[in-house]
């Protein structure tokens, strides 16, 4: 018997499984042909020992008859071809049944796979923001790349393994009986020495194993960590202790697993030596019956074949038992997203908010309503609470204020990644509430500081801001940004391929080609998050040109961090705790002398800098 490694476990085995195997309705007919082939190629390699059996009696009497003398003695050849014959149609049989059954039951397995996993692709595009602010990402990764395939490979092996170690141990048993119930009885006394081998072992490597698996998790996240951060660890110079710390990790793990791996090493040498005892008593008792005739010789040769199967389904079963555990602790975890609250239902009549599908500057106005809001990540600690903002369309609006004060939460209640708890929010006096979320976030165009770029050419990235955009307008958009020249001068220039995390171009870069998305996506609202943050002084005067001359006409909310930027806004608003504790121009809110004043001051600090500011 073989020695899995420990397991995870589903919490709810009963209800996970039953709506695992649920997905494999419409596939029953698939299903019947796998239990078929696997019972018959299983039942006919069963078989086949028995007439190897019968062939080595019928070559061994053949033999003593024409020895002995006898009239018309020696080997029925013919007989034995004919046997010969049938073992071999046997096997090709199995083999082909076999064949069959693994084949259907891969394409059944990874279908269903496939559905599940477009289940939860779907499922995620439904999902509320909160779900991923509350979720690491690797958790959400490890579904789609650990638990399917666990769950695929299970489907496909462990089930229709199941039935053939089933059958095997079965018809094993059937047949050993058949032949002798006295070895029958021998062979059957064994197993409770083997499990108690195997349960003793188990469980002295269970905490090696367990130590292997911590050690193991351990090593690859500093590997993970360093490689993310060379830079930083070349800059402070800790190569040398990040390798010591690596050789420490690495040398516990070799500890635990080379001891895992040797106490569960020396469980087949003492199921060979408990194995081989078996089959001594067998070859025993056996000459013993064949000298007294109660035994043909070939019995004993088929018996002690199926003496060796006799073991093998059990090992298998304990096997595929740790298999299905594990796929259906990944079923479980798959099946808690599938299970996550969705965004709120959208109106039957959204779509018909702007006589349109698609959002047209020309059809929204740009008038942005706060009505009396209130907002809580967590009820327990309100964050937004009876917030009014009336913005006219066409104006620029800034946003500034301490963190924590709910700047980030505006655009995110603005876009309704999340909605309010009271109140309403309205564009052009309808609350987007009613709007189907798409045509609503169609209306705004976004420029965070934390860009976002995919990995594909730079083309293809600026014109995700507009499906089907023509190549004119992508050049025109990044001359607009004044991404033109910087793209001409890489080496595939708009064709440049991008890596996974666009770390082969500068951040002021990636910064650049987000806003020349943007402008490419010509939205009648715009949301810009201190969008040249990361851009050079000389960059940042020709982005604030061409960011004019994008928000001309357009209402914008501007999230800003270094006021220098928003003086020329139409109204400034200043939030503290949740709430607009001044507004104005900014003329208006320095001469106020109030909170803006104060942030103001504290970023320009000095009589001359003051005065030059203003």
Same mark, same amino acid.
């Given at each position: 018997? &073989?020695?899995?490694?420990?397991?995870?476990?589903?919490?709810?085995?009963?209800?996970?499984?039953?709506?695992l195997l649920?997905?494999?309705?419409?596939?029953?007919?698939?299903? %019947?042909?796998?239990?078929?082939?696997?019972?018959?190629?299983?039942?006919?390699?069963v078989?086949?020992p028995?007439?190897?059996?019968?062939?080595?009696?019928?070559?061994?009497?053949?033999y003593?008859?024409?020895?002995?003398?006898?009239?018309g003695?020696?080997?029925?050849f013919a007989?034995?071809?004919?046997?010969?014959?049938?073992?071999?149609?046997l096997?090709?049989?199995?083999?082909?049944?076999?064949? =069959?059954?693994?084949?259907?039951?891969?394409?059944?397995?990874?279908?269903?796979?496939?559905?599940?996993?477009?289940?939860?692709?779907?499922?995620?595009?439904r999902?509320p923001?909160? #779900?991923?602010?509350?979720?690491?990402?690797?958790?959400?990764?490890?579904?789609?790349?650990?638990?399917? $395939?666990n769950?695929?490979?299970?489907?496909?092996?462990?089930l229709a393994?199941?039935?053939s170690?089933?059958?095997?141990?079965?018809? =094993?048993v059937?047949?050993?009986?058949t032949?002798?119930?006295l070895?029958?009885?021998?062979?059957?006394?064994?197993?409770?020495?083997? #499990?108690v081998?195997?349960?003793?072992?188990?469980?002295?490597?269970?905490?090696?194993?367990?130590?292997?698996?911590?050690?193991?998790?351990?090593?690859?996240?500093?590997?993970?960590?360093?490689?993310?951060g060379h830079?930083?660890?070349r800059?402070?110079?800790?190569?040398?202790?990040?390798?010591?710390?690596?050789t420490?990790?690495?040398?516990r793990?070799?500890d635990?697993?080379?001891?895992a791996?040797?106490?569960?090493?020396?469980?087949?040498?003492?199921?060979?030596?408990?194995?081989?005892l078996?089959?001594v008593l067998?070859?025993?008792?056996?000459?013993?019956l064949?000298?007294?005739? &109660?035994?043909?010789?070939?019995d004993?040769?088929?018996?002690?074949?199926y003496?060796r199967?006799?073991?093998?389904?059990?090992?298998?079963?304990?096997a595929?038992?740790?298999?299905? !555990?594990?796929?259906?602790?990944s079923?479980e975890?798959?099946?808690?997203? /599938?299970?996550?609250?969705?965004?709120t239902?959208?109106?039957?009549?959204?779509?018909?908010?702007f006589?349109?599908?698609?959002?047209d500057?020309?059809?929204?106005?740009?008038?942005?309503?706060?009505?009396?809001?209130?907002?809580?990540?967590?009820?327990?600690?309100?964050?937004?609470?009876?917030?009014?903002?009336?913005?006219?369309?066409? !104006?620029?609006?800034a946003?500034?204020?301490?963190?924590?004060?709910?700047?980030?939460?505006?655009v995110?209640l603005?876009m309704?990644f999340?909605d309010?708890?009271?109140?309403?929010?309205?564009?052009?006096?309808?609350?987007?509430r009613?709007?189907?979320?798409?045509v609503?976030?169609?209306?705004?165009?976004?420029?965070?500081? $934390?860009?976002?770029?995919?990995?594909g %050419?730079?083309?293809?990235?600026?014109?995700?801001?507009?499906?089907?955009?023509?190549?004119e307008?992508?050049?025109?958009?990044a001359r607009?940004?004044?991404?033109?020249?910087?793209?001409r001068t890489?080496?595939?220039?708009? @064709?440049? /391929?991008?890596?996974?995390?666009?770390?082969?171009?500068?951040?002021?870069?990636?910064?650049?080609?987000?806003?020349?998305?943007?402008i /490419?996506?010509?939205?009648?609202?715009?949301?810009?998050?201190?969008?040249?943050?990361?851009?050079?002084?000389?960059?940042?005067?020709?982005?604030q040109?061409a960011?004019?001359?994008?928000?001309h006409?357009?209402?914008?909310? =501007?999230?800003?961090?270094?006021?220098?930027?928003?003086?020329?806004?139409?109204?400034?608003l200043v939030?503290?705790?949740?709430r607009v504790? @001044? !507004?104005?121009?900014?003329?208006?809110?320095?001469?106020?002398?109030?909170?803006?004043? @104060?942030?103001?001051q504290?970023?320009?600090t000095?009589?001359?800098?003051?005065?030059?500011?203003?």
């Amino acid at each position: 018997m &073989g020695l899995a490694m420990p397991t995870e476990k589903p919490r709810d085995f009963r209800r996970t499984a039953l709506r695992l195997l649920g997905y494999f309705r419409p596939r029953l007919g698939a299903l %019947t042909v796998v239990l078929a082939a696997a019972i018959l190629g299983t039942a006919f390699g069963v078989v086949s020992p028995k007439i190897l059996g019968d062939v080595t009696t019928l070559l061994f009497d053949g033999y003593l008859r024409r020895v002995r003398g006898v009239p018309g003695g020696g080997v029925d050849f013919a007989q034995v071809g004919r046997l010969l014959t049938l073992l071999a149609l046997l096997y090709g049989a199995s083999s082909a049944f076999t064949w =069959v059954q693994q084949t259907i039951m891969a394409t059944v397995a990874q279908r269903t796979v496939a559905v599940i996993r477009r289940q939860v692709m779907e499922k995620l595009a439904r999902l509320p923001i909160r #779900f991923f602010d509350t979720h690491p990402h690797g958790e959400v990764l490890s579904s789609f790349i650990n638990d399917f $395939d666990n769950i695929g490979s299970t489907l496909q092996q462990s089930l229709a393994q199941s039935v053939s170690a089933l059958v095997t141990f079965a018809g =094993v048993v059937v047949m050993m009986l058949t032949i002798s119930p006295l070895l029958t009885v021998v062979i059957a006394l064994t197993l409770p020495l083997s #499990f108690v081998v195997t349960r003793g072992v188990a469980a002295r490597s269970q905490a090696h194993f367990i130590a292997r698996q911590d050690h193991l998790g351990a090593l690859n996240g500093h590997v993970e960590e360093m490689y993310a951060g060379h830079l930083i660890v070349r800059a402070f110079g800790r190569e040398d202790r990040s390798i010591e710390t690596f050789t420490r990790m690495n040398d516990r793990l070799t500890d635990s697993t080379w001891k895992a791996q040797f106490i569960t090493g020396t469980i087949m040498p003492l199921m060979n030596v408990i194995g081989n005892l078996g089959f001594v008593l067998v070859s025993v008792i056996g000459g013993i019956l064949v000298a007294r005739r &109660g035994l043909q010789i070939g019995d004993i040769q088929a018996f002690i074949q199926y003496a060796r199967q006799f073991s093998q389904p059990i090992t298998q079963l304990a096997a595929i038992s740790n298999n299905i !555990q594990s796929a259906l602790a990944s079923a479980e975890r798959v099946f808690a997203i /599938l299970d996550e609250a969705e965004e709120t239902p959208e109106p039957g009549d959204a779509l018909d908010l702007f006589g349109m599908d698609r959002v047209d500057r020309v059809a929204v106005r740009g008038d942005v309503a706060f009505q009396a809001v209130d907002f809580a990540y967590d009820e327990a600690q309100p964050l937004i609470t009876g917030l009014d903002i009336a913005v006219r369309a066409g !104006q620029t609006v800034a946003v500034v204020g301490p963190t924590g004060a709910g700047k980030t939460t505006l655009v995110n209640l603005l876009m309704r990644f999340y909605d309010v708890r009271a109140g309403r929010i309205t564009v052009d006096g309808i609350d987007i509430r009613r709007m189907r979320r798409r045509v609503l976030r169609r209306c705004f165009g976004m420029v965070l500081q $934390d860009t976002w770029l995919f990995h594909g %050419t730079i083309r293809d990235n600026i014109a995700y801001g507009r499906e089907g955009a023509p190549d004119e307008a992508v050049v025109d958009a990044a001359r607009a940004a004044h991404a033109d020249h910087f793209i001409r001068t890489l080496p595939g220039g708009y @064709e440049t /391929l991008l890596n996974e995390d666009a770390s082969n171009i500068s951040q002021g870069q990636r910064q650049l080609l987000t806003i020349a998305r943007t402008i /490419l996506a010509d939205p009648p609202l715009l949301i810009l998050d201190e969008a040249t943050s990361s851009v050079d002084t000389r960059t940042e005067v020709a982005i604030q040109s061409a960011m004019r001359t994008l928000m001309h006409g357009r209402t914008s909310f =501007v999230i800003a961090h270094r006021l220098s930027t928003i003086r020329d806004a139409d109204v400034i608003l200043v939030m503290f705790a949740g709430r607009v504790v @001044e !507004q104005g121009t900014h003329a208006e809110l320095l001469e106020h002398g109030g909170v803006y004043a @104060e942030l103001y001051q504290s970023q320009f600090t000095g009589p001359a800098a003051s005065e030059a500011a203003v």
